[in-house]
C-alpha cells in the first residue's frame, strides 16, 4: 500500500516541485520513503510503504534494468513468486526480490495482457519512454484507488482527490450526485465524484495517455461474468471448491516482510478469514494477531463471538472500545481522510481497528470485506431463492424454503420474508417503493444503479453483479482504502481474489 501521482503537461515541461509537492500530500499513505520521475512534460511521483523487499532496492518510481520504464505502484501483486519464476525462463532480470519489479518486467514481456496473469491489488502508473506513453490500471474490483482529472494544461491523476484538487479551475460539488446521496445514501456509484472535474479510473479498466499530446483513452480489461448456472452446481463439491479458493486467496496474502494480522468482527467473514490465517501461521510456530472493534451498543456488540475464535485457534487478541467521544473527536478528521460522503458510523469502527493496528506494530491486516457481496450474505437474496423454489416446485417448494430460510436465521421471522418475496418480486413495486420512501425530494429520478437493481430483484447472479460493480461495493472498498491508508495499513481482503 503506498501513494502514487502521475501528471502530464499539455503546455510543456513539468515543475518537479510541483510533483514532489502534489505527491507529499499522501505522505501518510507512504511513511518509509518517497521518489519522483522527471521526464519533460511526464512526471512521476511515489511514497512507499514497505511491505516486500524493505531494502533500497524496492524503492519507487523504480526503473527497468535496461529498457526507458518507469513505475509508480500502489498495491500488492500476491503470486509475484510464480510470475517471477515464469519470467526468469523467459529471459527477464531482477535486481530486487520486490512485487513492484515483477510487475514491471510482466509489462515488459506481455504488455497490456500482464494484467490478465495477476492476482492482487493495484493503482497503477507506467511511463514507457520507447513510444511516449503512461500507461495506467486499476484491479479487476477497484480495491485500490486511481483518480484522475483532465484539465486544458495537464492531465493527473493520483491516489486521493486531494491531490488533485490544486490543478482544477475551481471546487464546485456535483450537484446530481448530492441529490442521489441524500435520496438514498448512494456514493462511488458511478466514476464521477462529489468533486466536479475529478473522476475515477473504473475497476477493471486501463488507461493510456498519449504524452505528445495530453489525450487519453480509457478501456475496459476485466468483465464480471454473472455465474447463472450456480444454483445448479453439484451442493456436495461446492464447499470444498469454496474452501481451496479461501484458503488459496489467504495463503497468498500472507506473503509479506513485515508483521501481518487480522480484522476480527465475530461474524462469519472474519472469523473465517481469522481461522484459516491462524492454521497457515501455526505451521510457522507463530501466534496470530486479531483485532476487534467492540461496540458500547449491546445490540451491536459481537465481542462474544469473537471470543469463540480466539479461543478456539489460539489467536492474540487485540481489543479496542470506541466510545462515544472518540467518535465525536474523530469525526471532523474522519471526514477529511474519507474525502467524499459517507452514511453510518460503521466507519468509526473500522477507523480504531487501524488506529489500534499501527499502534501495535502491525503493518498488514486481512480483512473480510466482499465477503457478503461474494457469498450472498444479505437477507435481499432469500428474495431470488424463494422466487426460484416457486418457480421449480410451486408452493410446498416455496415454504420448504421459506422454513429453512428461518431455521438457519434468527434475524428474520415470517414477515420479513414475506416482504422481501413479495417487495422484490416485482420491479415496479420496488421502484414505488423507493419514491414514497423518498417523497421529500423534490427530484425523485431513481439512480441508474437502483434502477437496475430493482429490475434484476428476481436474478441472485444479477443482483450480485450490481452489488458488487455499482450499489455495494465500491463504497466500502473506499472506507477500507481510506482508513487504513491514513495509519500506513495494508488491508488484504481474500474474498475478493478474483
Known amino acids: 500500500m503506498c501513494g502514487i501521482f502521475g501528471i502530464v503537461g499539455k503546455a510543456g515541461p513539468v515543475s518537479e516541485e510541483q510533483v514532489r509537492q502534489l505527491t507529499d500530500l499522501v505522505a501518510h499513505r507512504g511513511p518509509d520513503g518517497s521518489g519522483i520521475h522527471i521526464a519533460g512534460k511526464v512526471g512521476l511521483g511515489h511514497r512507499r510503504l514497505a511491505i516486500i523487499d524493505l531494502s533500497a532496492n524496492g524503492a519507487q518510481p523504480m526503473r527497468h534494468v535496461t ?57 497503477f502508473a507506467i511511463h514507457d519512454g520507447r513510444d511516449n506513453t503512461l500507461f495506467c490500471a486499476r484491479d479487476r474490483f477497484g480495491i485500490k484507488p486511481l483518480y484522475y482529472t483532465d484539465t486544458a494544461a495537464a492531465f493527473a491523476l493520483g ?8 490543478l482544477i479551475d475551481e471546487r464546485r460539488a456535483d450537484a446530481d450526485l448530492v441529490d442521489e446521496f441524500l435520496l438514498c445514501g448512494l456514493t462511488d456509484h458511478t466514476q464521477r465524484t462529489f468533486f466536479k472535474g475529478i473522476e475515477k479510473l473504473p475497476p477493471g479498466h486501463l488507461l493510456r495517455v498519449d504524452v505528445a499530446t495530453g489525450e487519453h483513452e480509457i478501456e475496459q480489461y476485466y468483465h464480471l461474468i454473472p455465474d447463472r448456472g450456480a444454483a445448479d452446481a453439484d451442493i456436495h463439491t461446492g464447499p470444498d471448491r469454496v474452501r481451496r479458493l479461501l484458503d488459496d486467496a489467504i495463503r497468498l496474502r ?16 472474519s472469523s473465517s478469514v481469522a481461522a484459516l490465517a491462524a492454521l497457515a501461521q501455526r505451521a510457522d510456530g507463530l501466534a496470530f494477531s486479531a483485532i476487534t472493534a467492540v461496540s458500547e451498543q449491546p445490540s451491536n456488540n459481537e465481542e462474544s463471538y469473537a471470543a469463540q ?49 499501527r499502534a501495535n506494530g502491525i503493518t498488514v491486516l486481512l480483512d473480510g470485506q466482499g465477503g457478503d457481496e461474494t457469498l450472498l450474505g444479505y437477507d435481499r437474496y432469500y428474495a431470488p431463492l424463494l422466487r426460484d423454489c416457486f418457480r421449480k416446485h410451486g408452493i410446498h417448494g416455496l415454504v420448504a424454503a421459506a422454513r429453512s430460510a428461518l431455521s438457519a436465521n434468527a434475524n428474520i421471522g415470517w414477515s420479513r420474508l414475506a416482504m422481501l418475496f413479495i417487495g422484490m418480486s416485482w420491479p415496479a413495486a420496488r421502484q414505488a417503493g423507493y419514491r414514497w420512501r423518498y417523497g421529500f425530494m423534490k427530484n425523485g429520478t431513481l439512480p441508474k444503479a437502483l ?14 453483479a450490481i452489488e458488487i460493480a455499482e450499489t455495494n461495493l465500491p463504497m466500502l472498498l473506499r472506507f477500507e482504502d481510506k482508513n487504513s491508508s491514513h495509519f500506513a495499513i495494508e488491508a488484504r481482503l481474500p474474498y475478493l481474489d478474483h
Open 67 to 123: 529498457q526507458p520504464v518507469w513505475i509508480t505502484f500502489n498495491g500488492a501483486i500476491f503470486n509475484y513468486l510464480e510470475l517471477r519464476r515464469e519470467l526468469e525462463l523467459l529471459g527477464a532480470f531482477f535486481h530486487s526480490a520486490s512485487d513492484t519489479e515483477v510487475l514491471l518486467n510482466a509489462y515488459l514481456m506481455w504488455g497490456r495482457q500482464c494484467l490478465e496473469r495477476l492476482n492482487g491489488m493495484w493503482a
Open 159 to 166: 491516489s486521493e482527490i486531494r491531490q488533485l484538487l490544486p
Open 254 to 269: 500472507l506473503r509479506s516482510d513485515v508483521r501481518v494480522g487480522t480484522c476480527l468482527s465475530g461474524g462469519l467473514d
Open 309 to 357: 475464535v480466539v479461543e478456539r485457534c489460539g489467536l492474540s487478541w487485540i481489543r479496542t472500545r470506541p466510545t462515544y467521544e472518540d467518535f465525536s473527536t474523530s469525526l471532523r478528521q474522519l471526514i477529511d481522510i474519507q474525502e467524499e460522503p459517507f452514511g453510518g458510523p460503521s466507519v468509526m469502527m473500522q477507523y480504531a481497528v487501524m488506529k489500534a493496528a
Open 451 to 464: 434502477r437496475q437493481f430493482a429490475l434484476s430483484l428476481g436474478d441472485a447472479a444479477g443482483m450480485q
